[in-house]
């Protein structure tokens, strides 16, 4: 739609983007755009309104958006509406009034602050390679994404009985944004409450293992676009429901933040109904090195992820080389107890001498 001209209008004297009911003041205002729109390629604009004999109010949303206004109110903050932690893998998600954000960590007493969290053993940073991804220190997820994803799919709402949006297991719940506002977040900072600074690295997606602990069979597909995203506590403090999100202002330093997707394992960022049985199979053999990697480093921390997959009747890692590493272990823990139980003969043989 091309708008040949406005001249003469004295549009930028009228101020009726919150105007709810018509007044005399909208209606000389339609009356003269009017004859704006008796200007515009009819052909182009024939399917929205008859430029020949336009009534103004039947026309309000479209004649507003021509003059560059909107006919409704401003669009409200984004604002909290809900904050969970947990204070280790599995454990129940505990929702919250008010939490401390902790530089660096996370939320103070939360699994990933703690590093106790399923996924807390892996140090798959890019940025700083050895170290943990720090897009798994907060997680943000969108009420109103999560609402329309299981709409469209016919699953069970957030918020039916006994559900709540800490089922999702993110931290923090916001309402205001959809989920593609939520994404398109990635890269930039955020403010969070009148403290709190964070710097969104990438999407946080959506597990089988939720799904289980769910109970809505479909969810990971239903949500894979709504699930949230991955975020690094820039600046600490307190954070409240009610509390306002909003991107930080252009020259913010925090949106000069190393973006850090982390070394995950193919497929990772793919719908499961998308991959491929050769992503399949490469995801399965990264997930047998990530494991030897594991065994020699922090065996705990892969047992810790294997049992709360196993708690939904599901494994994390594959059964045979899971099994494997275990053996191993307990192989090596026999050998290196006999080992201690020889030096400490030899030391009383030596006393006896």
């Known amino acids: ?46 399917r929205h309104f008859d430029t020949r004999r336009i009534d103004p109010m039947s026309n309000y949303p479209l004649m507003a958006s021509l003059l560059g206004a909107s006919p409704l109110k401003k669009k409200k903050k984004p604002k909290i509406v809900g904050l969970y932690t947990a204070k280790e893998s599995g454990a129940p998600m505990r929702s919250h009034r008010k939490v401390q954000l902790v530089e660096g960590l996370g939320i103070a007493g939360d699994r990933y602050a703690h590093l106790t969290g399923s996924y807390s053993a892996f140090r798959r940073s890019l940025r700083e390679p050895g170290a943990r991804e720090p897009g798994r220190q907060l997680t943000i997820v969108s009420a109103d994404g999560i609402d329309a994803a299981l709409k469209t799919a016919g699953l069970e709402g957030a918020l039916e009985p006994r559900r709540s949006y800490g089922d999702f297991r993110r931290n923090v719940v916001v309402r205001g944004l959809s989920a593609a506002e939520l994404m398109a977040f990635q890269g930039r900072e955020l403010r969070l409450g009148d403290e709190c600074r964070v710097f969104v690295h990438r999407h ?4 089988i293992y939720n799904e289980k602990l769910c109970g809505r069979e479909g969810q990971v597909e239903a ?20 509390d306002a999100v909003e991107l930080a202002p252009p020259d913010s330093a925090g949106h000069a933040t190393e973006r850090d997707l982390g070394d995950q394992p193919p497929g990772y960022f793919e719908r499961p109904s998308r991959r491929t049985a050769a992503t399949v199979a490469d995801a399965r053999r990264a997930a047998d090195l990530a494991l030897k990697d594991l065994a020699k480093t922090d065996l705990a921390g892969a047992i810790r992820v294997e049992r709360a997959y196993a708690a939904v009747g599901l494994r994390f890692w594959p059964k045979a080389s899971f099994e494997s590493e275990l053996a191993a272990h307990r192989r090596a823990a026999v050998r290196a107890g006999l080992v201690v139980a020889a030096i400490i003969v030899a030391a009383g043989a030596i006393a006896l001498l």
Not at 14 to 43: C, G, N, Q, W
Not at 223 to 242: K, M, N, R, Y
């Open 1 to 46: 739609m091309r708008l040949l001209g406005t001249r003469g209008l004295g549009f930028a004297d009228y101020h009726f983007a919150t105007v709810l009911e018509p007044t005399k003041l909208v209606r000389d205002i339609f009356a003269r755009a009017s004859k704006i729109a008796t200007r515009i390629d009819a052909s182009s604009c024939h």
């Open 204 to 207: 946080c997606v959506p597990c």
């Open 223 to 242: 949500i894979w676009d709504a699930s949230g995203i991955s975020c690094e506590v820039l600046a600490g403090g307190s954070l409240s429901v009610s």
